[in-house]
């Protein structure tokens, strides 16, 4: 079992959507509401910096493979490159025609994936940052978006209830069939081989991604589930709810060996650490906390 412990407890004046570990684990930049990007200290929980420039709430950041660019995705249908080190931006992507809601990278860093109200699935090439391609599919909003760690697929996920399995290369989709109501965040595993998914049936879902076969159902969750990442490592899983709780689970095992009320409300956002030792959480209730994985 694990038990947290609260390391820091970082603030924004709105709602906070996303956290992302650098590759080095020594910067957490937080995405909010209040339209900007900060950057934190982990050892101190001091900000380092604050990153202006979205016209509206930010909704997802994340560091690229090699620490040195940042990425952010904005409810003002943009999203933005940034240089990790002087916080300059470098490049904006626009093409969404409507609040974007997602964002995810491949693990190769070579890839950028978007969603949000305009339905589509939007794949960016980060090196000249074109549109590669735009899956189209969706009846509805698109809450929530993965991609593989070579790139080669795509996961995302909808209001209409829907969770799309994607080859990013031809557009061709499958659906996972299995969760009763909306789905609202998807990860790939660090290996590509598995699949995870949350959503309103306050469930964790686990698929095999070849088959696209359902291997497990993690029940324990009180409210709707918002948010899941997988750890660096591949063998931890976390998920946050509508509860203000998140918990940590084994994936080999498939149970649960934490959880901790973190937040007043819905926690929007969970991240790992590189070393899989600290998880971050980020909430409606406008804080981020820090937490150290503590063994029992």
Not at 90 to 113: F, P, R, V, W
Not at 129 to 140: F, S
Request: a negative charge; aromatic letters at 8%.
């Amino acid at each position: 079992m694990l038990k947290p412990k609260l390391l820091h407890t970082l603030r924004h004046p709105n709602a906070a959507y996303s956290a992302s570990f650098s590759p080095d684990g020594k910067t957490l930049a937080t995405a909010s509401l209040d339209n900007t990007i900060k950057l934190w200290n982990v050892a101190t929980g001091e900000e380092k910096a604050r990153l202006k420039g979205h016209g509206d709430g930010v909704c997802s950041v994340v560091y690229s493979p090699n620490g040195k660019l940042l990425f952010s995705a904005s409810l003002d249908r943009s999203l933005k490159i940034w240089n990790a080190d002087t916080g300059a931006p470098e490049a904006t992507l626009t093409g969404h025609q409507n609040y974007i809601e997602c964002m995810a990278m491949s693990g190769d860093g070579k890839l950028l994936a978007s969603g949000g109200h305009d339905n589509n699935v939007f794949v960016w090439t980060v090196d000249g940052a074109a549109v590669k391609t735009v899956l189209k599919g969706h009846g509805d909003a698109v809450y929530a978006v993965a991609l593989s760690p070579d790139g080669a697929l795509a996961a995302s996920a909808s209001v209409d209830n829907t969770l799309f399995l994607w080859n990013v290369a031809s557009g061709e989709k499958r659906s996972l069939i299995g969760h009763e109501g909306m789905v609202q965040g998807v990860a790939f595993s660090p290996d590509g081989l598995m699949l995870a998914s949350v959503g309103s049936d306050e469930t964790v879902r686990l698929w095999e991604v070849e088959s696209g076969k359902l291997q497990a159902t993690l029940d324990g969750h009180a409210k709707l589930v918002k948010c899941v990442a997988y750890s660096p490592s591949g063998k931890l899983l976390a998920s946050g709810d509508a509860a203000g709780a998140f918990r940590v689970w084994d994936v080999a095992a498939r149970k649960q060996l934490a959880v901790e009320t973190a937040h007043a409300n819905t926690v929007y956002g969970v991240a790992f650490s590189p070393d899989s030792q600290l998880l971050a959480s980020a909430g409606y209730d406008r804080t981020i906390k820090v937490w150290q994985l503590v063994s029992e």
